[in-house]
């Protein structure tokens, strides 16, 4: 709550004192971080905007670079009144004026504001005058507010700056085609085609031009050709999110913006655009890695990795990723060597010895894992080890073992967590001995739902009670329970497998 | 919380005190956007309906990507007394009657009065599952329309058996997702069958955790799941055989949302057009032979202008622009544009969304529902569109609003130059309802000779918008086939006496999980008279008709 207020505080004295109102006002306190928003956002915001407040008594170089990273993180997490009021205040101190005039622009663009947007855009223009990215940026609001003639003005401008541009030239044709200058937009439009043979969209514009002149057949082959490509959504030129005003930056900028919203796809075009750019680039290595993950092709990740691995084999993340891969591809010697290299180079990373353990587990190195875990319980994961513990024993068949294990580790069933839970539950439906272990999870169970019955734990009950065929008993729980949104099956489908007397079973295999 | 709250509060103040010279700049910012047009309109909400329907989409707080997609409406006269009444789709689970479908009956040629009472058990509606649409069409050919249900799980269709509704089997009892659908007869046989759009293959329990750019938990894009086919079921007097396979539908799939059937190659036979959601749009063109094949991509509809798949949700045809063939409009995602697809005749078509204005004004908005209609009185086609998010909205989520998807509404004039300005908010306080926006359904409810509007809400009370245009001159037809049906997919040309023609299409399909009213109404002003209408019936055959009754609804029976 303190660290709310100091921001509070922050916002208002930098928007009362600002003397740059008149650039850009702020009438609007940013309630971003009242809220809420998730931790991880609330804990990064929360870091940069005390990175303004120290940088206060620094240089101004320090407290502009404090304001503009707060107005990168605001805007890209679509925090629009609170990255206006972080870009204002980054303008006071005249430091690279164009690329956070540009950024500012852009953060209008994105909310349709395009009036705002353009005024900018012509501040950035005036500022750098051979900035091409202002021009298409420019011509593309014009374009699609329907001021044509504007838009044909300024992309032509930006041509004669960067003739050999293929996305100017298709906003150039399309602005063209729109003006019924037919000829002109299709002569833009062979050329560009010329400069990016392979650009999908360009065959689609062409076909309009096309279809324009009557010549349906020219247009229908044009769309054939277009369609023979990789067609996308909307193109997300706009949509950077940098400081870096040409280049490199923004592709990885907006390849992590998509990754970060679980659009591999999107992220995977980005980034190998930025590759294009740099090959060799030991960002875009470990960013396609991680995004050809995430595409669930480990197998592809691989080659990212280890080429990212040769140029800064001391790095931790790298050689973390890399264990974690060969984890997924089933090379367990591999991962175990990789992760054991990561803690070398950080041996107090709890993360990275949870997975080690994990791996050793699965390569049948069950004494070695149980040390880690061991250790790991008297940690700040020992909900995690536990449940990697309890995992291991289940997948090896150790079932008095896991038993004992649990019985052994009871006194941490009061501190109840999601991991705990969940391994009462694999316990719950797993075979032990001629009995069902069902009995055993229905007894700690109870013995949890007297401590404190959560909706979660009911649920676990109907799922025990169902192992057990008690579906009756099952059904009255069931009935009590709140549909709400912890539950992590929901509760018509208990109900569609009650109804079906179908035993619900987990499998760790 | 409270603390919270009094601190905002206080600095809020403080900051309004410092700061006295940014409320002026700032509403000169606002001066400075896009003007809006200020013209007159007729439109007025209905407030006193009778209507006490309200949808619920089960929401759990599991994201469960169906309970934002619903739910839509569609209007038929059931009763037989020459009004429209309404069947909502409501979002139940099985075993859950209170959440079930409703019917509402109009009282219009009754009472005078545009209002409706509630007639489900009257006609023995039961719990049909968790709804998302429903179209008509007279399946058996006995003279009164039935009803299909398409849904989240196992798809229904209730026969209309003498007043009461009578869910009867067949091929679409299947779980699966679907969405819109549309009665079309593919062969010409005289028997209507069914096309229904598919949307992905998520099934509750399989559910993925996605996260916004905020890191908090939000819907997931349909692209996080599958792909699904979407269905073609072939009625063979009576009994319907899912030809998708054969028919060669299964051969692409999108996440289809809209669904219209219009002859797009002018070869007299009807084609499909889908409305796909992330991914390409389809054109089935119809090979008179009960099999398809897509040809969107050449005909310029699977993507935009700029070669882009977009967020395809709703669609509309209409000849906006009076040149005797069909465009279209097509709803989408905010950061989209709504784009507007005009036909060059041949049934191709070009993307003019941005001369049209229509990428500017449609920008903000997720839109659903969609439809044209006059609202002015000009005679030309103007644009209502039903918005309403998809993904949290968050200041709508901490102020605590269970349902944090609503947005405004809008309604687009069309100028004589074919572009469209948006009309003003204060000319229309509907404009400004902050709502999750879903089905919007074309319809005269009170016979007057111009659509009225019900628009569905998610989780919420739909909304009767009464559009009170004065009279034109003007004729409504109702085309009735050779078993006393409506002849879903017959045409219209209308001929005055001035050479001008206007074309008229007579179907219910289009707009967002939608039932429309497919009676045709053709207005005029001026001295002009009209002559004659020439029909092309589904089966192909043409006739014509001039034997007019003005001002009123006339049924036109196929000779």
């Given at each position: 709550m303190i660290r709310i207020i100091a921001l509070c505080t922050l916002l208002f004295l930098a928007a009362c004192h600002n003397p740059l109102d008149q650039l850009t006002p702020v009438d609007m306190l940013p309630n971003y971080i009242l809220e809420d928003m998730d931790a991880s956002v609330i804990k990064h915001l929360e870091a940069l905007t005390d990175e303004v407040k120290t940088s206060q008594s620094k240089d101004d170089k320090a407290h502009f670079d404090a304001w503009l990273q707060l107005a990168h993180a605001l805007h890209g997490y679509e925090l629009f009144e609170g990255a206006e009021l972080a870009y204002t205040n980054a303008r006071l101190f005249k430091q690279r004026p164009s690329a956070v005039t540009y950024q500012l622009a852009h953060l209008y663009r994105l909310q349709s504001k395009y009036q705002l947007s353009n005024e900018l855009l012509r501040q950035v223009i005036e500022q750098v005058p051979d900035y091409t990215p202002a021009y298409r940026n420019l011509a593309e609001n014009l374009f699609d507010q329907g001021s044509l003639e504007e838009a044909r003005a300024v992309i032509q401008k930006s041509l004669i700056i960067e003739k050999d541009d293929a996305y100017g030239l298709q906003i150039y044709a399309n602005v063209l085609s729109q003006l019924n200058e037919v000829d002109s937009a299709t002569e833009a439009l062979e050329q560009a085609l010329a400069l990016?043979?392979?650009?999908?969209k360009l065959y689609f514009n062409l076909a309009q031009l096309f279809q324009m002149q009557g010549q349906q057949e020219a247009a229908n082959q044009a769309r054939a050709k277009g369609g023979e490509g990789k067609l996308s959504t909307k193109d997300p030129w706009l949509s950077e999110v940098t400081d870096d005003l040409r280049g490199f930056n923004p592709f990885i900028a907006k390849s992590q913006s998509f990754l970060a919203v679980n659009d591999f796809k999107s992220a995977e075009f980005w980034a190998e655009k930025a590759a294009a750019d740099r090959p060799n680039s030991f960002t875009t290595q470990m960013l396609l890695g991680v995004i050809k993950v995430k595409l669930g092709q480990p197998d592809q990740a691989l080659p990212y990795f280890l080429k990212a691995r040769q140029q800064r084999p001391g790095d931790f993340k790298v050689n973390l990723n890399l264990g974690t891969t060969y984890k997924d591809l089933g090379n367990y010697p591999s991962s175990i060597e990789y992760y054991n290299r990561a803690l070398t180079i950080d041996g107090g990373h709890l993360s990275a010895k949870l997975s080690l353990a994990d791996a050793l587990c699965l390569s049948n190195q069950d004494d070695k894992s149980m040390v880690l875990v061991e250790e790991l319980q008297q940690t700040s994961f020992q909900q995690q080890a536990l449940f990697v513990g309890l995992k291991c024993q289940i997948q090896h068949k150790q079932y008095h073992k896991a038993y004992q294990y649990v019985q052994d580790n009871?006194?941490?069933?009061?501190?109840?967590?999601p991991f705990l839970e969940y391994a009462i539950l694999l316990l719950a439906t797993t075979p032990i001995d001629e009995h069902r272990s069902g009995n055993r999870a229905l007894d700690w169970l109870e013995q949890l739902m007297k401590q404190q019955p959560t909706n979660k734990r009911k649920q676990l009950l109907i799922m025990a009670l169902m192992e057990l065929n008690r579906f009756d008993e099952a059904q009255k729980v069931l009935n009590a329970l709140r549909p709400t949104k912890d539950l992590f099956i929901p509760k018509q489908s208990l109900q569609h497998l009650l109804q079906n007397k179908m035993p619900f079973r987990m499998s760790v295999y | 919380m409270l603390l919270k709250t009094s601190l905002i509060a206080v600095l809020v103040s403080l900051l309004a005190a410092c700061n006295q010279t940014d409320k002026t700049a700032n509403s000169s910012h606002a001066a400075a956007e896009p003007s809006v047009a200020n013209q007159q309109h007729f439109l007025t909400v209905e407030s006193d309906t009778g209507i006490a329907f309200k949808h619920v989409n089960q929401m759990q707080g599991d994201y469960w990507p169906h309970e934002i997609l619903g739910a839509g409406a569609g209007v038929f006269d059931v009763d037989g007394d020459g009004d429209l009444d309404i069947y909502f789709r409501n979002g139940s689970t099985k075993?859950?009657?209170?959440?079930a479908d409703q019917l509402y009956l109009n009282q219009w040629q009754e009472t005078g009065e545009l209002r409706f009472i509630n007639a489900s058990s009257e006609y023995g509606l039961a719990d049909y599952g968790y709804g998302m649409g429903v179209t008509f069409g007279d399946i058996d050919n006995d003279g009164d329309l039935d009803v299909f249900l398409s849904n989240y799980g196992a798809d229904v269709m209730l026969e209309n058996r003498q007043g009461k509704l009578v869910p009867i089997a067949g091929p679409?009892?299947?779980?699966q997702w679907s969405t819109s659908a549309t009665f079309v007869d593919i062969n010409r046989d005289g028997w209507l069958d069914l096309y229904v759009g598919r949307y992905n293959q998520y099934r509750v329990g399989e559910d993925l955790i996605c996260f916004n750019n905020k890191s908090q938990q939000d819907y997931c894009s349909p692209k996080s799941y599958p792909t699904e086919v979407d269905a073609l079921y072939l009625n063979q007097q009576g009994t319907f055989v899912d030809i998708s396979e054969a028919a060669g539908i299964r051969s692409e799939a999108g996440y289809t949302l809209g669904v219209v059937v219009e002859d797009f190659n002018a070869d007299g036979w009807p084609d499909i057009l889908t409305a796909n959601d992330a991914t390409k749009n389809l054109l089935w063109i119809n090979q008179q032979d009960n099999s398809f094949v897509n040809e969107g991509l050449q005909r310029g509809i699977a993507v935009n202008g700029k070669g882009e798949m977009e967020a395809s949700m709703g669609i509309a045809m209409a000849d906006f622009d009076h040149d005797l063939d069909w465009d279209f409009i097509m709803t989408h995602l905010a950061t989209e544009s709504n784009t507007l697809y005009v036909n060059n005749g041949q049934g191709y078509f070009m993307d003019q969304s941005n001369v049209s204005n229509m990428v500017s004004l449609s920008k903000p908005y997720t839109a659903f529902g969609v439809g044209w209609l006059d609202v002015n009185n000009d005679l030309l086609d103007d644009l209502i569109i039903i918005n309403g998010a998809v993904n949290t909205i968050r200041d709508q989520r901490q102020a605590?609003?269970?349902?944090?998807?609503r947005q405004k509404q809008q309604v687009l004039l069309q100028q004589a130059n074919q572009k469209f300005e948006l009309l003003a908010d204060d000319d229309f306080a509907f404009i400004n309802e902050l709502m999750v926006g879903r089905a919007a359904i074309f319809a005269d409810f009170d016979n007057d000779g111009d659509k009225d509007i019900l628009v569905t809400v998610n989780n919420g009370r739909p909304i009767l918008i009464k559009n009170n245009s004065p009279a034109n001159h003007w004729l409504g037809l109702t085309l009735i086939n050779q078993h006393g049906s409506p002849a879903l997919g017959a045409s219209v040309v209308f001929e005055f006496d001035d050479h001008s023609q206007q074309i008229a299409r007579f179907h219910n399909d289009g707009s967002y999980l939608s039932g429309n009213d497919p009676r045709i109404i053709v207005k005029w002003q001026g001295k002009k008279q009209l002559q004659k209408a020439i029909i092309s019936w589904p089966d192909g055959s043409q006739s014509e008709y001039s034997a007019f009754n003005l001002q009123q609804y006339q049924p036109v029976m196929q000779p």
């Open positions: 990016q043979p392979k650009g999908t009871i006194e941490l069933v009061s501190n109840y967590g | 075993n859950d009657v209170q959440y679409w009892s299947i779980e605590g609003d269970e349902s944090p998807l």
